[in-house]
């Protein structure tokens, strides 16, 4: 019944709501060195001192938590609260290669709004405010609190979200404007480690690739003794052709120096990159180095982690599961030092996977020589028939008139370790909104949509 306001309500504030914006995004909130008070530095307190002030000034209660976190309610909660919407005020380094706008400048050009933290996070934050603007001042009843909580350590590790979880209860349900609609009720678990053997003779002289373990690896670099750049040649046109990865080579102080460059992807989506590690473990294991045993060890890890596989099937891991998808595994660190070679890989695991299945790659690696020391972090899941979560599906449903669904991700979101808690918002499938990147952008109709998502979403919870 409340729609039709809803959305006037959105419309008719939206000059006010990019003039707001805008103060936001002007704010340098990066983490900063630590000063008394002021554990994340000036930047974030200073931005969290201006929502805070703007929400007051809109008729809320507010609270400023040592400049972690802050929230704004309908009033003070005695009885605890239904729901909590969690976004962040802290932003990732502008960077370089802005052409649209000065990153600190926001601009509104074609329906989008430029600026770092236009999308993430602030735009998203700001619209959950509004959303909690239109129910006060329409004066739409609500039976149960809220809160709007912001955090301002998101970017560097979500200490706030520690701090904030170490004050006060889980609210019965939490959602997360810092993700993609329609909802993320699924995100997958971890399970990384290193793994390490020493190797028997010289023949490898050196060996490095990646940066770090949840990133697959786009360069790779070897020296080898031995054997001459005429002989690798045969090996390295093979690898080159049947990995889509370059390889290049010179020889040089007496050794084969060997570079394979590939393309980096975020190690949770393997299949988007081209790991130079694989193929450059493939090529070892081609070249005429006789008897080595160190190359046989090369050989055993590429056999686990040969190139192009992507779901840990050689590695005796595979599994999937109707909600989560598949595993993926990739192995994106590695180095030989001091004879010893030492790997890490990186594993998203979905909902069905345990402890004991995912010790098979352990076995298979010990078979191998190879010692493990991993970790594992369990998933996140909200399952998509819980009333919560089909309650945000209706509401985007209702103001967008596009179809609801849930996704499942492999990398975590700001509710990871939060019970009954979803990512809701605020990207749209198909936009790239160069997220951490330059030229970040919102578009204005999306953020003025998520408003009257948000107000739905609490008038139907709290309502
Ligand atoms: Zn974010």
Redesign the pocket.
């Known amino acids: 019944m409340y729609q039709e306001k809803i959305k006037q309500f959105m419309w008719d504030h939206k000059d006010e709501f990019l003039a707001d914006l805008a103060k936001l995004i002007a704010v340098d909130s990066v983490r900063g060195e630590e000063v008394p008070g002021k554990p994340y530095g000036e930047g974030p307190a200073k931005v969290l001192d201006l929502f805070l002030e703007m929400a007051a000034g809109y008729g809320f209660h507010t609270e400023n938590w040592e400049y972690r976190v802050g929230f704004a309610s309908f009033g003070p909660d005695t009885e605890g609260r239904k729901l909590d919407i969690t976004a ?1 005020l802290d932003i990732v380094p502008v960077g370089e290669g802005w052409e649209m706008t000065e990153p600190l400048v926001m601009k509104e050009i074609d329906g989008r709004v430029y600026g770092r933290g236009t999308i ?2 602030k735009g998203p934050a700001l619209a959950a405010l509004y959303a909690m603007r239109a129910i006060r001042e329409l004066e739409i009843p609500l039976k149960d609190n809220m809160r709007l909580v912001v955090g301002c350590d ?2 560097c590790g979500s200490s706030d979200m520690r701090y904030y979880y170490s004050k006060t209860d889980f609210a019965p349900m939490t959602f997360s404007p ?1 993700a993609d609609y329609p909802v993320i009720n699924l995100e997958k678990g971890r399970f990384y480690g290193e793994i390490s053997q020493a190797m028997d003779d010289d023949a490898i002289a050196e060996l490095q690739g990646g940066m770090v373990i949840n990133a697959v690896p786009s360069s790779c670099t070897a020296s080898v003794r031995g054997i001459t750049m005429k002989d690798a040649a045969p090996a390295a046109k093979r690898v080159h052709e049947a990995t889509g990865t370059n390889n290049a080579m010179i020889e040089e102080d007496g050794l084969l120096k060997i570079s394979v460059s590939g393309t980096n992807a975020h190690a949770s989506t393997p299949e988007g990159g081209n790991n130079a590690i694989t193929a450059m473990l493939q090529l070892l294991g081609e070249l005429p180095l006789g008897n080595s045993l160190a190359q046989e060890k090369i050989r055993a890890l590429s056999t686990l982690f040969p190139h192009g596989e992507f779901h840990g099937e050689s590695a005796g891991i595979f599994m999937e599961d109707a909600e989560s998808g598949k595993i993926t595994l990739s192995l994106d660190l590695i180095q030989l030092k001091d004879g010893v070679l030492r790997a890490g890989f990186d594993a998203r695991t979905p909902i069905c996977a345990t402890e004991e299945k995912l010790s098979v790659l352990e076995q298979r690696l010990a078979e191998a020589g190879y010692a493990l020391d991993g970790h594992i972090t369990a998933p996140h899941y909200v399952p998509e028939d819980s009333p919560f979560v089909q309650t945000l599906l209706k509401c985007y449903e209702k103001v967008t008139g596009k179809e609801g669904y849930c996704i499942a991700i492999g990398g975590g979101t700001y509710v990871h370790d939060v019970p009954n808690g979803v990512a809701f918002g605020c990207s749209v499938e198909g936009v790239d909104n160069h997220l951490h990147g330059p030229d970040e952008f919102a578009e204005v109709s999306v953020l003025m949509e998520s408003g009257m998502i948000f107000a739905h979403v609490i008038q139907e919870l709290c309502g």
């Open positions: 962040h993430d996070d998101e970017e810092d």
